[in-house]
């Protein structure tokens, strides 16, 4: 089964309002990204929380991480039209060397 | 002008058929992976290299090979032994390490059998 998992799969809303997106884990982590993919291309790096962080900003994202709960959450401020894509949060298990991800969130901003 | 780049865009195949999927790098990154990705699916790891010269199985290795001849290169072979190749196919390199294993991806190679 996946290391994380990502809710809700599929996420619809009008352009300037905020998305949220969750992602839950199983086993003790490093840390933990988020890559965006815009639809038949390669994966973009967002943002790495590690696991004594829980919170941190980059523009118009906000990560929060609660390794208590093994979740993640990923919220896009503002939402544009180019946000459009979609959202994997991916991570690093303790003792391993690789990066394990889930199976995204498809959002869609809406004009 | 650095990155990773990955060829060809599209390949097609015969049943039957081996092929190879190419990735270079110019990152200087000791670390690369490949990984395949199904529709409306996360990303699966294939193989993964962390220094020229040696490679380990992913999750999903069975069918495929690969080989790091270069720091540079990391091609991927595609065997007839895959009995479903059709798929999305993502190449990534990064430098190992506990708290940096961000990863930079290629564009993709969508491999299509016939």
């Known amino acids: 089964s996946q290391q994380g998992e990502e809710d809700p799969q599929a996420l619809s809303i009008q352009e300037g309002e905020n998305a949220t997106m969750n992602c839950s884990y199983k086993t003790s982590i490093n840390n933990l990204q988020w890559y965006r993919q815009n639809s038949g291309r390669g994966l973009v790096h967002l943002i790495l929380i590690r696991s004594n962080e829980r919170e941190k900003h980059s523009g118009r994202l906000r990560v929060t991480l609660d390794t208590s709960k093994k979740s993640s959450s990923l919220l896009i401020t503002a939402s544009r039209a180019a946000d459009t894509a979609s959202y994997f949060c991916a991570t690093v298990v303790q003792g391993a060397q690789k990066l394990v991800f889930g199976q995204g969130t498809r959002l869609t901003i809406n004009p | 002008d650095g990155g990773i780049t990955q060829s060809p865009k599209y390949l097609f195949r015969k049943e039957g058929q081996n092929v190879t999927l190419s990735c270079e790098q110019n990152?200087?990154?000791?670390?690369m992976y490949w990984y395949r990705q199904d529709p409306g699916q996360g990303l699966r790891l294939i193989y993964y290299s962390q220094i020229v010269n040696d490679f380990q199985k992913g999750d999903i290795a069975e069918g495929y090979s690969v080989s790091r001849e270069k720091k540079e290169s990391f091609p991927l072979t595609v065997t007839s032994a895959q009995k479903n190749p059709t798929a999305f196919y993502l190449c990534?390199?990064?430098?190992?390490?506990?708290?940096?294993?961000?990863?930079?991806f290629g564009p993709g190679t969508r491999l299509t059998v016939l």
């Open positions: 990152l200087n990154h000791d670390a």
């Open positions: 990534a390199s990064g430098i190992p390490g506990r708290f940096t294993d961000t990863q930079y």
